[in-house]
């Protein structure tokens, strides 16, 4: 089970960081991924970290603005995201996958949060 959080309203330019808390002892066994859904719009890859972290990719939208991490001590994946801009208002989501290949389709992901509000203001 996955419990996402620290979403919320801010203005353009400011920071959040959100964090997805999972259940369970077998979490250094996923890859961790977050994905987004803007109104009206399908959902998009945002970024995907590695079992133990060392790996990191983001989409070009996203890429030098947030910065994805995890800690397995702790079970949790996080988003830094910095530089926010209205068009990254959504509700995003942490999502895990068991396999060791980089994708970044949400049908390849397993396991789902329930979403996190992030509204930005311009």
């Known amino acids: 089970q996955l419990q996402a959080c620290g979403g919320g309203l801010i203005q353009a330019g400011g920071s959040l960081r959100l964090s997805c808390a999972a259940s369970g002892r077998t979490f250094s066994s996923y890859s961790m991924g977050w994905f987004r859904q803007a109104p009206g719009k399908e959902r998009e890859f945002v970024a995907r970290i590695s079992r133990n972290g060392g790996s990191t990719a983001y989409a070009d939208s996203v890429k030098g603005r947030f910065t994805i991490s995890r800690d397995n001590a702790k079970n949790t994946v996080y988003l830094q995201m910095n530089s926010l801009k209205p068009e990254d208002t959504a509700i995003y989501y942490c999502?895990?996958?068991?396999?060791?290949?980089?994708?970044?389709?949400?049908?390849?992901?397993?396991?789902w949060g329930q979403g996190t509000k992030v509204t930005v203001s311009s």
């Open positions: 999502a895990a996958d068991y396999g060791v290949v980089f994708v970044t389709t949400p049908s390849e992901y397993e396991y």
